[in-house]
């Protein structure tokens, strides 16, 4: 099948917690509504259905021949540095007829940054409060230039506004929430709130939700990116950029 433009497959990580997949899901139908969109379809990493090969065995036996694969991820990671492109390949060597070209992660992006800001407000918090303390939270990599987008973000929100901003990581890196509750407590932070640098609610999320409530009790605590308009926007700007490269080195 020849197409003008290739299926967009959202490749998501995948989690235990069934929220998450509902949400990369009714991300992909928020995809969908865009007028410029192509054939959307969801596949994970791990823990969800479907697997990123057998969406790919699907879209073959459909008779596609070329898919773009979009990494719902944040960050230049494990799973997008090795886990994704290993799939990739183990699929492209079974069916060497299909080529799949697998866009760069959506974040970081500023449209990403504004998602995250408005479920901060959203969830109550008044960064023109010089006395709110912040914490960027996010889910953590052995990989130490990930951490530091995560860290580059909150030093630039601590710059733009009054309310003192810090990072902190779910797993692997630090600080953790507790640890950057107590820095921004340090710095002078009476009040607490926690920003999420998540795509979809799940098990990390709600452990740093926990954390953030034993360490300060009234912490507001925003929701994930989700299905925000601007994310299918993102999304559907790395396909398009993905097509365009392709144009480029045809």
Known sequence: MTVAHPPLLIV???????????????????????SDAPDVRVAFLDLSAPSVGDALAGLHAEGHRHVVAVPLLLGHAYHARVDLPALVDEVTARLPRLSVTVSDVLGPDPLLEDVA?????????????????????????????????????????????????????????RPDVPAAIAKLRARGARRFAVA?????????????????????????????????????AVVLDRYADTLTGAARTA
């Open 12 to 34: 998501a990580h995948g989690s235990r917690d069934s929220r998450s997949a509902a949400t990369v899901r009714a991300l992909a139908d928020v995809v969908r509504t865009r």
């Open 117 to 173: 800001l408005d479920r901060l407000t959203g969830a109550g918090a008044t960064l023109s409060d010089p006395h709110l303390g912040v914490v960027l939270a996010a889910v953590g990599s052995s990989h130490e230039a990930a951490n530091d987008v995560v860290t580059r973000i909150a030093r630039g929100w601590d710059g733009r506004h009054p309310a003192r901003v810090t990072a902190a990581f779910a797993s692997a890196a």
């Open 196 to 232: 999420s640098w998540f795509f979809a609610p799940g098990l990390l999320p709600d452990r740093i939700a926990d954390l953030a409530a034993e360490s300060a009790p009234d912490a507001v605590v925003a929701a994930p990116l989700g299905t925000d308009p601007r994310v299918a």
